[in-house]
């Protein structure tokens, strides 16, 4: 026992580390840690679980016993789970639930790798996650009801990789709403396959932000569905999809800085419903067979670069044709763009005397 002392309050952990100012034989209080302080109180997922991270040794009932451990505690006691430098190996899916932080070492020290031919991810059709994180324990549409109580979703600084062999596999199934963020994370496909890499179609997904992340290979980078409730992307990176960078289905993106280098549609936004503004973003490396934008609901765009597209934008219209005539509401073809977009917004927004203006 190095130190005694009787206090008036509980003392904070930096406080109780070092109990008087002089150094102690044979102890150190630095740490090799760059991303959190040694005194901040996380847990660490080596030292607590049992968690390997050498590549070589299964991970996942370390890591799922985790995530139980320190998710869906009291809303203000919000607990940090460290994921060290290393690889975590792990061959099922992780459940993490809400009221966390998950933090890595960086994106380039810190990696959750499904491991290759891995059982159960072998079904395009019938996907499943590397990591569901939601209050949800099911697949995104298993749950009919509203869930707008997956809150507070943190992760950071780490990369998630599906391996090779892995053709049913999806990198994260995010969901949280209210709050929370996917921030400097990459997910990666070793052999470029895979379903989807960022899943946001859980219902009832957002206001949340997906901040640098880096996707590279997988059917779809990124889908997100519903109407509930609007979801941030900044500073996202999408390379090599096989079908489309985004798919949105009648939610409500907000989207800043999106590099799409891709053959196929850097965004396809179905449903009347839907609503996507993209500023300042570059969509390259196109094919002239399909539009870099396919729209079927509202949408603004400004300081958008496009190259090897014919199309920039290729806009769908649902049109009214009257009550009595069949059909009385149809899909049909609506404006074209070609080329980079300064500035541009499609739909029939109402004026206050219930007039419409053209797009």
Known sequence: IDDIRVTKSAL????????????????SFDSPETVLPKSSGYIDVRAGFGAVGDGKHDDTAALNRAFECVSNKHVAHYLTLYLPPGEFLVSQPLHCNRFVIIQGAGRDRTTI?????????????????????????????????VNGSSI?????DL??????????????????????????VDIISGDGKGAV????????????????????????????????YSMTLENVTMTNQRKAAILNQSNVLAIRRLTSVNRVPAIQSLG????????????????????AIECEGAFYGRNIAVEGYRESLRKRVYQWNGWKQKPAFEW?????????????????????KGREKPG
């Open 197 to 228: 890499a960022l899943d946001l179609s859980h219902k009832c997904n957002g206001p949340a932000l997906i901040k640098d992340v880096r996707i590279d290979g997988f059917d779809f980078g990124a889908v997100i569905k519903y109407a509930e």
């Open 272 to 291: 009347g419903g839907s609503m996507v503004t993209l500023l300042d973003s570059e969509l390259t490396g196109g094919d002239a067979s399909v539009p």
């Open 113 to 145: 790798r499904l491991s290759d031919h891995a059982g159960g991810f072998h079904d395009p059709d019938n996907p499943e996650p590397v990591i569901r994180a939601s209050s949800t324990k099911t697949a995104p549409g298993s749950n009919r009801a």
């Open 159 to 184: 990369t998630i990789d599906t391996g090779s062999g892995n053709p049913g596999a999806k990198g994260i199934e995010y969901h949280s709403n209210n709050h929370g963020s996917l921030e400097r």
């Open 12 to 27: 904070r952990p930096q406080e109780f580390l070092r109990g008087v100012d002089q150094p102690l034989e044979k102890v």
């Open 332 to 352: 049909r073809d609506g404006i074209t763009l070609a080329g980079d977009i300064t500035e541009w917004w499609g739909g029939s927004p109402t004026a206050p």
């Open 152 to 156: 507070g979703i943190y992760f950071a």
